[in-house]
């Protein structure tokens, strides 16, 4: 089955507590899963930062909406149990506990900020659809909401490098590859691109600091055509022709399934950049993009706790 919203966890998990004794998410979260039969797949599913497991995230968060409304208490870090609270709500035997439910207790109207907004409501049913349908996480909302950005800021910066000039692109180039540590300075690395493109090659940069080794360059900036395996054999020829080992193909178009397969399957290392990843890169190494807004999320640091 799908992974249930956190909102969906909250009577499951409030009725795991029921028998007094204290819990943890280590013992908590497989339980619920369980109860909801998520596969292995399903219990590893992450969110979208990629950072934490979805499903965890949602019984924690499922804990602190209990939590706000006081039906649930916490013990210590990662361990909480059920308050007198709790008990009789589920003595009470809700169909559902959601946000709704918890709304009938003052204590989770304040900490959510929401008192005001329903003080003059005179029916449930008028309580606005923004105050009762969240059916995602803080975490989740967070870390949706910075990968819309994140694809929008991507989307403009193809298309501004696209409608750019050629010695414009050859600079992005040069200045994408010093921002991920290639080449020396940008003095040197200006002489890797800009030739004329002989025997297949655009330029070369040293891949360390010290020249120790090198990387064959192939800049395309193309707007429509895509990249197919012919391409991406001429390049490779170009290496072999100059006993290369490696090669970077970066291109403001894309590139077939059918050269990336080449790519992918020849003893030389050739990595291919379209346009896509150029723009997440260059959005990853400050590369013609600038901070807008800058928000920290902090979480508690136990070690500060801990007496001697």
Avoid: H
């Amino acid at each position: 089955m799908a992974i249930p919203d956190f909102q969906s966890c909250m009577l499951p998990l409030l009725d795991a507590c029921a028998d007094g004794k204290e819990k943890s998410y280590k013992e908590i979260v497989p339980q619920l899963a369980a109860l909801f039969k998520l596969s292995q797949e399903e219990e590893k599913s992450l969110l979208p930062s990629g950072r934490a497991p979805l499903f965890y995230n949602r019984v924690a968060w499922a804990k602190t909406y209990l939590q706000k409304a006081g039906l649930i208490e916490p013990v210590k870090r990662g361990v909480f149990k059920i308050t007198k609270k709790g008990a009789t709500t589920l003595k009470e035997n809700p169909g559902q506990i959601n946000i709704k439910y918890l709304m009938r207790f003052d204590e989770f109207n304040k900490t959510r900020g929401i008192a005001n907004q329903i003080s003059s409501i005179q029916k449930e049913e008028d309580i606005p659809e923004s105050i009762l349908e969240v059916n995602k996480t803080p975490d989740e909302q967070i870390a949706e909401g910075y990968k819309i950005i994140r694809e929008e800021l991507s989307s403009e910066l193809l298309t501004q490098v696209k409608n750019s000039s050629w010695q414009f692109f050859e600079r992005l180039v040069i200045d994408l590859l010093l921002a991920m540590g290639y080449g020396e300075s940008r003095e040197s690395s200006a002489k890797a691109l800009g030739g004329s493109g002989d025997e297949g090659v655009d330029g070369v940069i040293n891949e360390d600091k010290l020249g120790l080794d090198v990387i064959y360059i192939q800049a395309k900036k193309w707007s429509e055509s895509v990249i197919g395996r012919p391409e991406i054999q001429k390049f490779v020829g170009a290496l072999q022709g100059k006993r290369a080992k490696k090669g970077v193909f970066i291109t403001t178009s894309s590139f077939t399934k059918d050269a990336v397969k080449y790519a992918a399957n020849i003893d030389t290392r050739v990595i291919l950049i379209d346009g896509e990843r150029l723009a997440n890169l260059m959005i990853d190494y400050d590369i013609g993009v600038a901070i807008k807004e800058k928000y920290e999320i902090k979480r508690m640091d136990s070690d500060y706790f801990i007496e001697d």
